[in-house]
Nanobody, 124 residues
């Protein structure tokens, strides 16, 4: 069993910053990739960023490139999402996800473990 626990969400003004964290515990040895997704009210869950757990290779959706940075701390089994220059359209529930099957994908069904989500609200 894998548990993912997110933290760091909150309310911030446009232009501000937040840092999300996701701590993984349990059966985490089969971990190929970790990612952040987000879901705004009335919208589908969308990919934000991912990181290859071994090589550290990162990938971002276009709308966050240059503003968000995904990183990891292997010793702490934790992945982070540093979010700078936040915009109101970044408002969503942010979910951490783990790929234990090696799909390295951008779609929700490429990930088989999910956290409970953390709310990020950006005011204008």
């Amino acid at each position: 069993q894998v548990q993912l626990v997110e933290a760091g969400g909150g309310l911030v003004q446009a232009g501000g910053s937040l840092r999300l964290s996701c701590a993984a515990s349990g059966r985490t040895f089969s971990r190929y990739c970790m990612a952040w997704f987000r879901q705004a009210p009335g919208k589908e869950r969308e990919f934000v960023a991912r990181i290859d757990w071994s090589a550290g290779i990162t990938y971002y959706t276009d709308s966050v490139k240059g503003r968000f940075t995904i990183s990891k701390d292997n010793a702490k089994n934790t992945v982070y999402l540093q979010m700078n220059s936040l915009k109101p359209e970044d408002t969503a529930v942010y979910y951490c996800a783990l790929d234990s099957r090696g799909y390295y994908g951008l779609r929700t069904y490429d990930y088989d473990h999910w956290g409970q989500g953390t709310q990020v609200t950006v005011s204008s």
